[in-house]
Nanobody, 126 residues
Framework: QVQLVESGGGLVQAGGSLRLSCAAS????????KGWFRQAPGNEREFVAA????????YYADSVKGRFTISRDDAKKMVYLQMNSLQPEDTAVYYC???????????????????WGQGTQVTFSS
């Protein structure tokens, strides 16, 4: 079992930055692909970014490519999402997730992720 807890959300302004953190506990953390998803009001939960179990590969949704960076620190059992140049459409609840099987390939579908955090809110402030 993997438990995930996100933090770091808050209010942001145009062009601002935030760094989301995800603390993991439980089973072997380093063996799993980790991802970030987000869900805006009225929308389905969508893929944002993922990082391979080795940390050597990353993958991003087109909407955040070049602005967001996912990283992991296995020694601390942490996953991060650095978000720069934030825009109003980035407003959402952001979820950290881990795939259900160890040593898997990066996936972008919600069904491929078994473990989820409770989410952290990112709100755009005008």
């Amino acid at each position: 079992q993997v438990q995930l807890v996100e933090s770091g959300g808050g209010l942001v302004q145009a062009g601002g930055s935030l760094r989301l953190s995800c603390a993991a506990s439980g089973r072997t953390f380093s063996s799993y692909v980790k991802g970030w998803f987000r869900q805006a009001p009225g929308n389905e939960r969508e893929f944002v970014a993922a990082i391979s179990w080795s940390g050597g590969s990353t993958y991003y949704a087109d909407s955040v490519k070049g602005r967001f960076t996912i990283s992991r620190d296995d020694a601390k059992k942490m996953v991060y999402l650095q978000m720069n140049s934030l825009q109003p459409e980035d407003t959402a609840v952001y979820y950290c997730a881990a795939e259900g099987s160890p040593f898997g390939r990066i996936a972008t579908g919600r069904a491929d992720y078994r473990y989820w955090g409770q989410g952290t809110q990112v709100t755009f402030s005008s």
